[in-house]
């Protein structure tokens, strides 16, 4: 064990020392959440690159705070975290990883309810996007989410949802900087059609976004591409309850898209630049089935749509399915497991297009030795293909992982 990974277990066990009683039970309207963790990963494919792979043991020590309000009417939170990442061999990598959130549900009356939630964080990405779309993105990252909801029940069987949701990215990366930018407005309606169709509910929605990528390049004299993207989806299914146990949900609509692609080139005479504009009308789907039992559940789930991808140079056409299963094995004891692949396309009038299949299987445990203290282990491999290009990426990382919090009433 490095020294640096020694001084960090050391502080692990120290801190498990000095607060390792359990805390009063939580009871109270607003509690106090600290937590540590220590989580070890191997990576065989560090940068997630075709060729000359990166072996590398990866140490990971993170911290936070989370403060909890629960009451009647109001559901309230606020959380902050930093993580350090140490590579054992490319310490060039090393990271802070640093973020912040807040949010708050309200209910108004009986039948408004009023949300409002905003991150921040700045992270290091190391071979490809969990969080957005899992292209494959190497850099310095800082991401602002911000979102409002209202949800108001028209009557006992009819309600209706609306959110407001900001997206901000900028990726730094060597000699190129990507930013990011997506505003989305989505309105779903949900009504009961039991009286017609038993356990049966109606699904209506309709989803606008707008989403901007600059890519700016410092190689050579340097060129800037942006990618504007306007996507409008509206939607019509159902959702049923065929027992206590199984259900399923359909949907289907219609999209439109309408992007505007410009690309400026930097020449000893001056700024080149091209431009050229498409639209595209196709159709978007999705369905899945949930099986739910006291000890386990399986979901299956399909889906088809248009959406942003960072790293993609603007908006893609995805085509996704997902299984996942988890279950108890023992009262402390529970494994999970997610097997899934997407298709991400989009045809460049001005840039390389893209084709890529993605597989990814992911089985994992967890182990409750207490109420405050767990661990957790799991094994993730993923598999690209370039349908572009006719190239294969594969990856695999190993990771064991042990986590404490606290929980206090703050009242």
């Known amino acids: 064990m490095n020294p640096c990974c020694r001084v960090l277990l050391a502080v692990f066990l120290a801190a498990e020392a000095v607060f390792g009683f359990r805390p009063p039970a939580a009871g109270g309207p607003t509690e106090l959440v600290p937590r540590i963790s220590l989580r070890e990963e191997y990576k065989d494919n560090l940068l997630f690159t075709k060729d000359n792979k990166k072996k590398d043991l990866l140490t990971i020590a993170s911290g936070g705070i989370r403060v909890e309000r629960k009451t009647e009417r109001l559901n309230a939170n606020a959380d902050a975290g930093v993580r350090q990442l140490m590579f054992n061999r490319y310490d060039e990598l090393d990271s802070m990883d640093k973020s912040v959130g807040a949010g708050l549900d309200y209910r108004v009356t009986e039948r408004l309810t009023l949300g409002a939630s905003g991150a921040w964080k700045a992270d290091s990405i190391r071979g490809y996007d969990e969080d957005i779309s899992g292209v494959s993105l190497n850099g310095d990252r800082e991401v602002l989410n911000l979102s409002l909801t209202g949800g108001y029940h028209f009557s006992e069987i009819g309600r209706a949802d609306l959110s407001l949701d900001m997206d901000r990215s900028e990726i730094q990366r060597s000699l190129e900087t990507e930013d990011l930018t997506q505003n989305q407005v989505r309105l779903e309606y949900a009504h009961n059609l039991s009286r017609f169709w038993n356990n049966?509910?109606?699904?209506?929605?309709?989803?606008?976004?707008?989403?901007?990528?600059?890519?700016?390049?410092?190689?050579?004299?340097?060129?800037?591409?942006?990618?504007?993207?306007?996507?409008?989806?509206?939607?019509?299914?159902?959702?049923?309850?065929?027992?206590?146990?199984?259900?399923?949900?359909?949907?289907?609509?219609?999209?439109?898209?309408?992007?505007?692609?410009?690309?400026?080139?930097?020449?000893?005479?001056?700024?080149?630049?091209?431009?050229?504009?498409?639209?595209?009308?196709?159709?978007?789907?999705?369905?899945?089935?949930?099986?739910?039992?006291?000890?386990?559940?399986?979901?299956?789930?399909?889906?088809?749509?248009?959406?942003?991808?960072?790293?993609?140079?603007?908006?893609?056409?995805?085509?996704?399915?997902?299984?996942?299963?988890?279950?108890?094995?023992?009262?402390?004891?529970?494994?999970?497991?997610?097997?899934?692949?997407?298709?991400?396309?989009?045809?460049?009038?001005?840039?390389?297009?893209?084709?890529?299949?993605?597989?990814?299987?992911?089985?994992?445990?967890?182990?409750?030795?207490?109420?405050?203290?767990?661990?957790?282990?799991?094994?993730?491999?993923?598999?690209?293909?370039?349908?572009?290009?006719?190239?294969?990426?594969?990856?695999?990382?190993?990771?064991?992982?042990?986590?404490?919090?606290?929980?206090?009433?703050?009242?």
């Open 200 to 411: 049966t509910t109606g699904l209506l929605g309709l989803n606008y976004t707008r989403y901007a990528s600059e890519i700016m390049n410092q190689e050579g004299l340097g060129s800037l591409q942006e990618y504007d993207s306007d996507i409008w989806q509206f939607t019509v299914g159902f959702s049923k309850e065929l027992t206590e146990l199984l259900s399923f949900y359909v949907q289907t609509g219609v999209s439109y898209t309408e992007t505007l692609e410009t690309v400026t080139q930097n020449t000893f005479f001056g700024p080149l630049s091209s431009r050229s504009s498409a639209d595209s009308l196709g159709g978007v789907a999705a369905a899945g089935i949930t099986y739910k039992t006291l000890y386990y559940d399986a979901a299956l789930s399909f889906s088809h749509d248009v959406r942003g991808g960072s790293g993609s140079n603007g908006a893609v056409e995805r085509t996704f399915a997902a299984f996942d299963l988890s279950g108890r094995i023992t009262e402390d004891f529970r494994a999970t497991l997610n097997l899934s692949g997407s298709l991400s396309r989009n045809d460049r009038k001005t840039g390389e297009d893209l084709d890529e299949l993605t597989l990814t299987l992911q089985p994992g445990f967890r182990y409750e030795i207490s109420d405050d203290l767990y661990l957790a282990a799991g094994y993730r491999f993923i598999s690209r293909e370039n349908r572009q290009n006719d190239t294969l990426t594969e990856g695999s990382l190993v990771y064991f992982e042990v986590t404490r919090q606290f929980n206090y009433d703050i009242d």
